[in-house]
């Protein structure tokens, strides 16, 4: 079964530009969440998507923005780029909301560089 | 508010020399906790979830346990290839409703020499 994917990989791109990036879950999962890592903040989550809708948000500014399509694949998008937002950006999908915790597996991420 | 810390920072072990990491959390309710491994320039690779304490998980030389305070990882005889950031992550009841957020501790970066 292959696992998440994300594209494209790897992103340089100068302040002020805007930023597109894409994530396709493992067959069969329906929740995909996103998440920025960096080494001085760690893991912190930006939002989650079950079918087509945003669940939950994380604290981060209206710039960054996410979306869900039928097939269950993600877009995540972040306008006027600043110095800041260069990161590790993974996507993590799980199958459905349940009562117990629902495990997460991660993509190999998208690295973001901003100049 | 809901809080993941995990001790040490980074460990350094000899090969074979067994050590555990730890991973203390304050949550409003546990839903999971989880255990990922992550190499460097790579996405996080699950190994465990525990739901309940008491709870214990084992995968080849790692063990994972849980209390109603923390979890921690035992690494038994530990080899090179172990070495790895460890990272430990709560998802917490929701008041309106669950959602698969995952909280995240800093993690402990392990390095194992031979």
């Known amino acids: 079964k292959a696992g998440v994917t994300q594209t494209p990989r790897y992103l340089i791109k100068t302040r002020g530009q805007q930023v597109t990036l894409s994530c396709s879950p493992i067959?069969?999962?329906?929740?995909v969440s996103w998440y920025q890592q960096t080494p001085g903040q760690g893991l912190q989550f930006l939002f989650e998507?079950?079918?087509?809708?945003?669940?939950n948000k994380g604290n981060f500014p209206g710039r960054f923005s996410g979306r869900q399509f039928s097939n269950s694949r993600s877009e995540m998008n972040v306008s006027t780029l600043e110095l800041g937002d260069s990161a590790l950006y993974l996507c993590?999908?799980?199958?459905?909301?349940?009562?117990?915790?629902?495990?997460?597996?991660f993509g190999p991420g998208t690295r973001l560089l901003v100049l | 508010e809901d809080q993941v810390t995990q001790s040490p920072e980074a460990l350094r072990l000899q090969e074979g020399e067994s050590s555990s990491l730890n991973c203390s959390y304050t949550?409003?309710?546990?839903?999971?906790l989880f255990w990922y491994r992550q190499d460097p320039g790579k996405g996080p690779e699950f190994l465990f979830t525990?739901?309940?304490a008491g709870e214990e998980k084992e995968k080849e030389r790692l063990k994972a346990t849980l209390t109603k305070k923390e979890s921690f990882l035992h690494i038994t005889a530990p080899k090179p290839e172990d070495s790895a950031t460890y990272l430990c992550?709560?998802?917490?009841?929701?008041?309106?409703?669950?959602?698969?957020?995952?909280?995240f501790g800093q993690g402990t970066t392990l390095q194992v020499k031979p």
């Open positions: 993590a999908s799980s199958l459905i909301p349940g009562t117990r915790g629902e495990t997460q597996y």
């Open positions: 067959s069969g999962h329906r929740s």
């Open positions: 998507y079950f079918s087509e809708t945003q669940r």
């Open positions: 949550v409003s309710g546990l839903r999971g």
């Open positions: 525990l739901y309940s």
């Open positions: 992550a709560v998802q917490a009841r929701g008041g309106s409703g669950n959602t698969g957020k995952l909280i």
